[in-house]
């Protein structure tokens, strides 16, 4: 093209050309992308080699489960080639249903223990005289059970209630071979109502006493809610009964003159004068038959606790009068002295009529703190301290007595008596 053919400005016009690639700079880029996804895929192997044991335990396949559960479980080794699981496989034995068949063989097992404790029982009969309207003499006849629970030298010592032998002029028990032996009343307590009996060994025959044995005492303590328990004597009116039941419950109390006592009752149907023992699966003694102190409106079976009347059982072996002040009495706690404004120790609920302790000027309302000379702090401190009492001996009573201006201590002198 001519000179004069070109455009104007021509000397204005540039062409741009493209920028030469750095190949070097683009070789160094890609090597570290590539250097960060070698990083990035060892670290995800990392962590997939870390989880694998565990994911492999929470998802373990059903059909293995199932097939494990259906055999014979066997002590699991821990792998100690696994550097990384240290967890303890734990395997859980699924436990077996009882059959009919089980709960007859544990039913035989019960009756077995109440069949060789029976040897400790035996059944009392009382003869009364009385006249009728006539004023002709007659005799009646009175039965219950009783318990073998000590022995010395030359006699059995049987615990029974008073009930059973109240006002007899005649008295014979029957042991478990159908001899029979007069008995002796040794002493009773008015306040339980729990009696002693004596029979001389001397009127059994040796085989006699070959078949009869001394029961053991047990812990009332270990006796709870749902505990067996298998009640032997007469519950229903039938002598040598074996029944076997449940504990239902064990936080009632009865409250008597100076003590109160845990009353267990069950779900064994038993007779308002029944009359018997409790004992555990291991055969010892726990609770004596009182159905005289049961609050149930049903005709279940309630006891004492026996760990509760053993200081008063040993009073009556040692042929000692069972002290009494009569006051029916309640533990002043710390709540209870908090919220009522109450000094601490015992509450008197109750004063007992022409009782030693209304003779002493104890009252309602008062607050004992202690008994001669001993602190009493709960209402088992002073059935304790009563007990270690002696009739016609005086002893202090420290008393808190509300006036005008508040509490005042006052000293009472108090003569212990026998309740008939």
């Not at 989880?51 to 373990?60: D, F, S």
């Not at 029979?180 to 040794?186: K, N, Q, R, V, Y």
């Not at 023992?277 to 009182?290: A, H």
């Not at 104890?362 to 002696?390: C, E, F, H, N, P």
Request: charged share 20%; aromatic share 6%.
């Amino acid at each position: 093209m001519k000179e004069s053919q070109l455009p104007k400005n021509e000397f204005v016009r540039e062409q741009i050309k493209n920028k030469p690639k750095n190949k070097k700079r683009l070789c160094i880029k890609l090597g570290v992308s590539a250097l960060c996804g070698l990083v990035f895929a060892l670290a995800a192997c990392g962590v997939v080699l870390l989880m694998l044991p565990i994911i492999q335990r929470q998802w373990k396949p059903a059909e293995e489960v199932k097939e494990t559960q259906g055999t014979e479980y066997e002590p699991v080794m821990q792998n100690t080639e696994d550097p990384v699981s240290t967890e303890e496989q734990t395997v859980v034995e699924v436990p077996k249903e009882m059959t009919l068949g089980d709960y007859q063989r544990l039913q035989n097992e019960l009756y077995a223990i109440g069949t060789k404790a029976n040897k400790s029982i035996v059944s009392i009969t009382s003869v009364v005289s009385d006249t009728d309207w006539f004023n002709n003499s007659y005799e009646r006849e009175g039965q219950g059970s009783g318990a073998i629970i000590d022995e010395t030298t030359d006699a059995y010592l049987i615990l029974t209630e008073r009930k059973v032998i109240k006002d007899a002029s005649k008295i014979s028990v029957t042991f478990i071979d159908d001899a029979s032996a007069p008995a002796e009343l040794i002493r009773y307590d008015g306040n339980t109502g729990i009696a002693i009996l004596s029979v001389k060994k001397a009127d059994l025959e040796d085989d006699t006493r070959k078949n009869i044995a001394v029961i053991g005492m047990g812990s009332s303590n270990t006796v709870h809610k749902g505990t067996i328990v298998i009640a032997l004597g007469s519950p229903l009116g039938t002598n040598y009964s074996i029944l076997t039941g449940n504990i239902t419950a064990t936080s009632n109390e009865i409250s008597t003159w100076d003590s109160n006592y845990s009353v267990f009752t069950t779900d064994i149907v038993a007779s308002r004068s029944g009359s018997g023992i409790l004992i555990n699966v291991d055969g010892e003694l726990v609770g004596v038959v009182m159905q005289d102190y049961s609050t149930a409106s049903t005709n279940t079976l309630t006891a004492l606790a026996v760990s509760e009347l053993r200081p008063v059982i040993d009073i009556l072996f040692e042929d000692q009068p069972v002290p009494y002040l009569g006051l029916h009495v309640s533990t002043v706690t710390d709540k209870i002295a908090e919220t009522y404004d109450l000094p601490k120790g015992v509450y008197i609920k109750e004063v007992a009529m022409d009782s030693p302790a209304m003779n002493a000027g104890l009252q309602s309302g008062d607050v004992i703190i202690a008994i001669a000379g001993t602190d009493v702090a709960t209402d088992s401190a002073y059935s304790t301290a009563v007990l270690g009492l002696r009739e016609e001996e005086t002893y202090p009573v420290v008393i808190m007595r509300q006036g005008s201006d508040g509490y005042k201590k006052l000293t009472c002198e108090v003569e212990p008596g026998v309740l008939q």
